[in-house]
T-cell receptor, first 112, second 111 residues
Framework: GNSVTQMEGPVTLSEEAFLTINCTYTATGYPSLFWYVQYPGEGLQLLLKATKADDKGSNKGFEATYRKETTSFHLEKGSVQVSDSAVYFC???????????FGRGTSLIVHP | DGGITQSPKYLFRKEGQNVTLSCEQNLNHDAMYWYRQDPGQGLRLIYYSQIVNDFQKGDIAEGYSVSREKKESFPLTVTSAQKNPTAFYLCATTGFNQPQHFGDGTRLSIL
């Protein structure tokens, strides 16, 4: 079956630091990959996505590249802000399936 | 604006009571989902529906029930059989080959 593994949190950084949150997956077929962000007390929001190998998704300074050879989709940002503090979820969806697979989420805390 | 509306935002349940959480969407999406989220935990799928008048159990369906009489609506009932209902409940929708969209959630607590 499909699975998504994210690095354990919390990840604690100072403002303007470089962020990496690791995500690896196993899947049948050729999945689409997603990063979602959840701010406290809210639902999940789609942050970025990639639908095929070597695609790079980007949004709001965040980036992730679909690496088929390493089955990874690591989230990066060059300079984090306090407002980036949230929980980040990596997810995949195999072609034709209505059921996505989510990682357990990684909490990011950014200090001023 | 297109979106997903969950209500109420906060809900309290008494012992032995059934409560119903509302989820309405105007995105014209076929599929709808209910997830449960516990503090510090990921998402667990309760039920999902790909089409009107049809729904499937997810990983933790015991103690919950749903209906899908209209494309726009997918209410979740937390029954008295669910002994530990305190959690954050999220409704989501999707179109074919599209990412999921989520509502803002309902927080259910026990009185």
């Amino acid at each position: 079956g499909n699975s998504v593994t994210q690095m354990e949190g919390p990840v604690t950084l100072s403002e303007e630091a470089f962020l990496t949150i690791n995500c690896t997956y196993t899947a049948t077929g050729y999945p689409s990959l997603f990063w979602y962000v959840q701010y406290p007390g809210e639902g999940l929001q789609l942050l970025l996505k990639a639908t095929k190998a070597d695609d790079k998704g980007s949004n709001k300074g965040f980036e992730a590249t679909y690496r088929k050879e390493t089955t990874s989709f690591h989230l990066e940002k060059g300079s984090v802000q306090v407002s980036d503090s949230a929980v980040y979820f990596c997810a995949l969806r195999s072609g034709g399936s209505y059921i996505p697979t989510f990682g357990r989420g990684t909490s990011l805390i950014v200090h001023p | 604006d297109g979106g997903i509306t969950q209500s109420p935002k906060y809900l309290f349940r008494k012992e032995g009571q059934n409560v119903t959480l509302s989820c309405e969407q105007n995105l014209n999406h076929d599929a709808m989902y209910w997830y449960r989220q516990d503090p510090g935990q990921g998402l667990r799928l309760i039920y999902y529906s790909q089409i009107v008048n049809d729904f499937q159990k997810g990983d933790i369906a015991e103690g919950y029930s749903v209906s899908r009489e209209k494309k726009e609506s997918f209410p979740l009932t937390v029954t008295s059989a669910q002994k530990n209902p305190t959690a954050f409940y999220l409704c989501a929708t999707t179109g074919f080959n599209q990412p999921q969209h989520f509502g803002d959630g309902t927080r259910l607590s026990i009185l």
